[in-house]
């Protein structure tokens, strides 16, 4: 089964001492959700023909130094 980024990073962290800290695992949930807008905006962007290509859609969404 495929998982994100930050699904991957989560489940590498969860194996320490954060494992059973409440306010962490509210964080990973929080950061699951933005990566989840993240990929269903890029979906949607695509589908509509916003960018060319996703390098475009990349730097023109995260990459502040090109803005």
């Known amino acids: 089964m495929k998982q994100t980024a930050v699904e991957w990073l989560i489940d590498h962290i969860l194996h320490s001492e954060f494992e059973k800290?409440?306010?962490?695992?509210s964080i990973f949930d929080r950061?699951?959700?933005?990566?989840?807008?993240?990929i269903r905006t890029a979906y949607l962007d695509g589908m509509d023909g916003e960018?060319?290509?996703s390098?475009?859609?990349?730097n023109e969404t995260f990459n502040k130094e090109t803005k």
Request: no cysteine; glycine share 0%.
């Open 51 to 53: 960018y060319n290509t």
């Open 55 to 58: 390098e475009q859609y990349y």
């Open 31 to 38: 950061a699951k959700e933005m990566e989840k807008e993240i």
């Open 21 to 25: 800290d409440e306010e962490w695992k």
